[in-house]
């Protein structure tokens, strides 16, 4: 293993005048110019919106060029969005860049990268697990390491896997394993004294113009490599193009074609269900389609799909559990829309599809504006006992034209503006770990609000920068308050506990 010296030293003087370049964003064309039907776009986009619970962003690149574009409002084109597992790519990206610069190869041993923090007596299977066993998702454990090494009290997320049970040969058994990804982030640490974050800036961001990238980091300080960053729609729609110029960005060679080709291809299988999305095999950190091409692909709906064959990229940022459906629905309709040559202008389909595309929004929160009873409850305080969320009281002031909804816990005071049957956009430290950037101060939020009853005020509360919504449902009776929070999407039931409060002032 070689440490960052002088060879690092050099390729950083050698990328420093690319970040001169003006960071200009992605060249726009229309979808006939570049042989894309605007009426299969629209097919697609209106198939999202109807079968999928929220899509929150699409973005179509063809021959390099963006052809196609929208946000589901409150989302915007500016917002940085939760990647979840399309991290993983990402944090691959940056072993390539590592075996690049001969600060690794990727057929080393795991442990000598971590003498001090490897078990007294490690199993034969922990001795034999390689980086590309961890590239690779198969490094012989029997299921997903990582809650096991975030239940970890010390914080000692790499000493616990190097301590964990690999029940497998590694290289011979493929289990999707986000504590191996961990793991990829802890070694490009080891080797270049930067977080994979940082690791990637001069190689990767700068030169893509990727200028927001906020990265969660775990207790022992590494970045959480297997899904902890966030972008825009556009960064993830240009990591995708980066790709299927195989490593090639502005003229300029920044990876090497080997490198991607490799991580790329099918270097594992995952299943033999021709139907499957999940089963058409693994590469380094990147999906294989089951139609034509791979893909970074994020829990709950945040995908690149990179379709070299047809010179197609498409970003998708969503919040949903049916990934299935989206994959489905992009080769259902989308791939008859491509074709080999240029197609005569459309105008009509064209203006229809641009009117989709600047006309997207999410459900506002439908209701009454107002009801008698907001009189008697407006800017009255309610308590609550302890409970899942924290929220030690909570108060709504129905004076302005848009309620103000502030919530008390164990962070502080979040006063929440709400939209009547619209949405508003503010930032918040509520929630601050709704995401994985547990370091942030305050995050973006968009309330949309309406009465539902004579008793029940409802809030929608979408934190913008994630796939996050949170639905809250305030019932107001003659003893005090009944609270039920619901969240879109979630590891496990969607609906909160109910909590009961009761009224102070």
Not at 119 to 127: N, V
Request: charged content about 20%.
């Amino acid at each position: 293993m070689k440490l960052p010296t002088l060879a690092l030293l050099l390729i950083i003087s050698l990328l420093g005048p690319m970040l001169a370049q003006v960071r200009a964003s992605l060249p726009r064309s229309t979808p006939e110019a570049e042989g894309i039907d605007s009426a299969g776009v629209l097919s697609l986009v209106g198939a999202l919106e109807t079968k999928i619970d929220a899509v929150h962003s699409i973005m179509l690149l063809r021959h390099g060029k963006v052809v196609a574009e929208g946000w589901w409002a409150p989302y915007a084109a500016q917002d940085v969005h939760l990647m979840y597992s399309v991290s993983k790519s990402f944090t691959s990206t940056a072993i390539g860049f590592a075996a690049q610069e001969g600060l690794l190869n990727i057929h080393d041993l795991v442990l000598p990268y971590f003498p001090d923090l490897a078990p007294a007596t490690p199993s034969p299977q922990m001795k034999a697990m390689r980086i590309e066993d961890l590239l690779m998702m198969s490094s012989g454990h029997q299921g997903d390491t990582i809650p096991m090494m975030r239940a970890l009290k010390s914080g000692e997320w790499t000493r616990a896997f190097l301590a964990s049970e690999v029940a497998h040969k590694p290289g011979t058994h493929f289990v999707y394993n986000s504590g191996g990804t961990y793991m990829l982030a802890a070694i490009v640490q080891k080797v270049t004294g930067m977080t994979v974050e940082a690791y990637l800036q001069l190689r990767l961001f700068a030169p893509l113009g990727i200028e927001q990238h906020p990265w969660g980091l775990s207790p022992e300080g590494i970045n959480l490599g297997d899904g902890g960053l966030s972008i825009t729609t556009e960064d993830l729609a240009k990591f995708g193009q980066f790709y299927l110029q195989k490593g090639v960005w502005n003229g300029q060679r920044l990876l090497s074609e080997k490198w991607v080709e490799t991580a790329t291809s099918r270097r594992t299988s995952t299943g033999s269900d021709p139907d499957s999305n999940w089963d058409a095999g693994y590469g380094y950190q990147f999906w294989r389609n089951k139609t034509t091409g791979y893909r970074a692909d994020g829990a709950q709906g945040q995908f690149s799909f990179v379709l070299p064959e047809l010179d197609v990229v498409l970003a998708i940022t969503s919040g949903t559990n049916d990934t299935k459906t989206i994959m489905n629905l992009v080769w259902e309709h989308l791939l008859p829309a491509i074709h080999a040559s240029p197609l005569a202008s459309n105008p009509t389909a064209q203006e229809k599809l641009t009117h989709k595309l600047t006309t997207l929004a999410l459900p506002v929160q439908n209701g009454s504006s107002h009801v008698a009873r907001e009189k008697n409850v407006s800017g009255k305080t309610y308590t609550f006992g302890e409970n899942e969320l924290g929220i030690k009281s909570v108060k709504i002031d129905f004076s302005p034209n848009a309620p103000i909804l502030t919530i008390n816990d164990s962070a502080g005071t979040h006063p929440i503006t709400c939209g009547l049957n619209a949405w508003v956009r503010g930032r918040t430290a509520f929630q601050k770990r709704i995401s994985n950037l547990f370091d942030v101060t305050d995050q973006g939020i968009a309330g949309s609000a309406a009465w539902s009853d004579e008793e029940t005020f409802v809030t929608k509360l979408c934190f913008d920068e994630t796939p996050y919504t949170i639905t809250a449902r305030f019932k107001f009776t003659d003893e005090g308050l009944l609270l039920d929070l619901e969240q879109n999407v979630r590891w496990g039931p969607p609906w909160h506990p109910q909590i009961v409060g009761q009224k102070s002032n």
